[in-house]
T-cell receptor, first 115, second 114 residues
Framework: GQQLNQSPQSMFIQEGEDVSMNCTSS?????WLWYKQDPGEGPVLLIA?????ELTSNGRLTAQFGITRKDSFLNISASIPSDVGIYFC???????????????FGKGTLLTVNP | GAVVSQHPSRVICKSGTSVKIECRSL??????MFWYRQFPKQSLMLMAT?????????EQGVEKDKFLINHASLTLSTLTVTSAHPEDSSFYIC??????????FGPGTRLTVL
């Protein structure tokens, strides 16, 4: 089945530093998504990527959809304490067929920001 | 927009009882909703896809008779954990298919079975 490899598994950084995390897949996805999950809450959508090579920003967040449709990265610039949480990548849909609704999640990156 | 709510946010029940969790799309209609479970320090695992007016589609390994799903309206799906056991204790999260052609997640329900 489809699997997403997300790295790093965890990060411990100082406030103000930039952060980068990435995901790779053995399969192609139509859409790539990045979510943030706070403790005891559901995931919140940060950025959605629809086109291969697409680079999208949302405030201090920047994400890119790889040209091969098998990878993506998320950058957070000038981190602040409220950036703490778990970040998940997710792939949605497959050009070869199957459900376009299902999400396949990475295992998450736990981000800790030291004030 | 695209707000999804869940009720209750947390529930504690005795082993052998049944628990119902509601998932509502508050400001949009969702013909398709999803139910996930998440164990501590792990990712979300899809349990089933809930389709309004039809039977749910369950993922491999998920017992449909234990996890009953009903999607009776375009804004409400329910998950009932029947004859709950301690190993069913988990964080259950629903999502709804909405604008931007993707899923919007509820805040989750923490189930503890004693």
């Amino acid at each position: 089945g489809q699997q997403l490899n997300q790295s790093p598994q965890s990060m411990f950084i100082q406030e103000g530093e930039d952060v980068s995390m990435n995901c790779t897949s053995s399969s192609i996805f139509n859409t790539w998504l990045w979510y943030k999950q706070d403790p005891g809450e559901g995931p919140v959508l940060l950025i959605a990527l629809y086109k291969a090579g697409e680079l999208t920003s949302n405030g201090r967040l920047t994400a890119q959809f790889g040209i091969t449709r098998k990878d993506s990265f998320l950058n957070i610039s000038a981190s602040i304490p409220s950036d703490v949480g778990i970040y998940f990548c997710a792939g949605q849909g497959n050009p070869s067929g199957g459900s376009n609704y299902k999400l396949t999640f990475g295992k998450g990156t736990l981000l800790t920001v030291n004030p | 927009g695209a707000v999804v709510s869940q009720h209750p946010s947390r529930v504690i029940c005795k082993s052998g009882t049944s628990v119902k969790i509601e998932c509502r799309s508050l400001d949009f209609q969702a013909t398709t909703m999803f139910w996930y479970r998440q164990f501590p320090k792990q990712s979300l695992m899809l349990m089933a896809t809930s389709n309004e007016g039809s039977k749910a589609t369950y993922e491999q390994g998920v017992e449909k008779d234990k996890f009953l799903i009903n999607h009776a309206s375009l804004t409400l799906s329910t998950l009932t954990v029947t004859s709950a056991h301690p190993e069913d204790s988990s964080f259950y999260i629903c999502s709804a298919w909405g604008a931007a052609d993707t899923q919007y997640f509820g805040p989750g329900t923490r189930l503890t079975v004693l």
